[in-house]
Nanobody
Framework: HVQLVESGGGSVQPGGSLKLSCVAS????????MGWFRQVPGKEREGVAT????????YYADSVKGRFTISRDNPDNTLYLQMNSLKPEDTAMYYC??????????????????WGQGTQVTVS
């Protein structure tokens, strides 16, 4: 049973940066897509950035384009989210997730069936 473990969250001032990491508990996580999602109390979980491991295609929500970068370190099976120029509206619980679908469905939250426990990001 593969688990995803996020780290790197914390509190930062507006304009600051944070780098989130997500590590799979087992090597050989067989998923084509990995992504970062976020959720604030009372709202639905939303996609932030996804990456298709088959071709390196990436997707970003409009609200984070140009500020966030998703990447993966294949040998270590680690997913990253570099967040720059953080804004108060970026405050949320951030989750790492994995899915075994093609690129066309990589951005659909409903396709992700392996989730981490979340890491809190607070910008204020």
């Amino acid at each position: 049973h593969v688990q995803l473990v996020e780290s790197g969250g914390g509190s930062v001032q507006p304009g600051g940066s944070l780098k989130l990491s997500c590590v799979a508990s087992e090597r050989g996580l067989n998923r084509n897509c990995m992504g970062w999602f976020r959720q604030v109390p009372g709202k639905e979980r939303e996609g932030v950035a996804t990456i298709y491991l088959g071709g390196g295609n990436t997707y970003y929500a409009d609200s984070v384009k140009g500020r966030f970068t998703i990447s993966r370190d294949n040998p270590d099976n680690t997913l990253y989210l570099q967040m720059n120029s953080l804004k108060p509206e970026d405050t949320a619980m951030y989750y790492c997730a994995a899915a075994n679908v093609g690129w066309a469905r990589c951005g659909l939250r409903s396709e992700y069936n392996v989730w981490g426990q979340g890491t809190q990001v607070t910008v204020s």
